[in-house]
C-alpha cells in the first residue's frame, strides 16, 4: 500500500505499506510527478514498512523521473529522510545518497524523521 499526506509546512509523507499494487505504484510515480512542479521548500519523509520492491518497469520510470526532474529537486526539494522498517541496513544507501541532489537522513521513527524535516526546512541538516 502507498500513500501520501503533507505535514505542513512543507513535509510530504510517503508511506509504503505491505506490497505495491500497480495502482500503488501508479500513484506513486504521480505523486513524484507533482513533487517535480512544487516551487516552494520540502523535505520527503519515506516511511517503509520492510522492502518493496517496484516493478522493473515502475523502477525504469522512477529513474526516467528523478533524471528528468534533477535540477527542479535541486532548487526547492531540500532533502529525503528515509524510516527504514525491518532490517535498519540498506545495501543500497550509498548508492543512493551519492545520486541525489538534497541530503539522505535516516531516523529510526516517523517522530524522528520529521523533526529531521523540519531542521532541513530551516537550513540545517
Known amino acids: 500500500m502507498f500513500?501520501?499526506?503533507?505535514?505542513?509546512?512543507?513535509?510530504v509523507r510517503l508511506t509504503f505499506a505491505?506490497?505495491?499494487?500497480?495502482?500503488?505504484e501508479a500513484a506513486y510515480l504521480a505523486t513524484l510527478d507533482r513533487l517535480a512542479t512544487r516551487e516552494t521548500p520540502f523535505v520527503v519523509v519515506?516511511?517503509?514498512?520492510?522492502?518493496?520492491?517496484?516493478?522493473?518497469?515502475?523502477?525504469?520510470?522512477?529513474a526516467l523521473w528523478f533524471k528528468r526532474s534533477r535540477e527542479q529537486l535541486r532548487s526547492y526539494c531540500r532533502g529525503l529522510v528515509r524510516v527504514p522498517g525491518g532490517s535498519a541496513h540498506d545495501p543500497g544507501?550509498?548508492?543512493l545518497a551519492a545520486a541525489l541532489?538534497?541530503?539522505?537522513?535516516?531516523?529510526?521513527?516517523?517522530?524522528?524523521?520529521?523533526?529531521?524535516?523540519?531542521?532541513?526546512?530551516?537550513?540545517?541538516?
Open 18 to 24: 505491505g506490497g505495491m499494487t500497480v495502482a500503488d
Open 3 to 11: 500513500s501520501v499526506e503533507e505535514i505542513p509546512p512543507g513535509v
Open 46 to 62: 519515506a516511511l517503509m514498512a520492510g522492502r518493496n520492491p517496484l516493478s522493473p518497469d515502475s523502477r525504469k520510470r522512477q
Open 93 to 95: 544507501r550509498d548508492r
Open 101 to 125: 541532489p538534497f541530503p539522505l537522513a535516516h531516523a529510526g521513527s516517523e517522530v524522528e524523521a520529521v523533526a529531521i524535516a523540519h531542521r532541513l526546512l530551516a537550513g540545517g541538516q
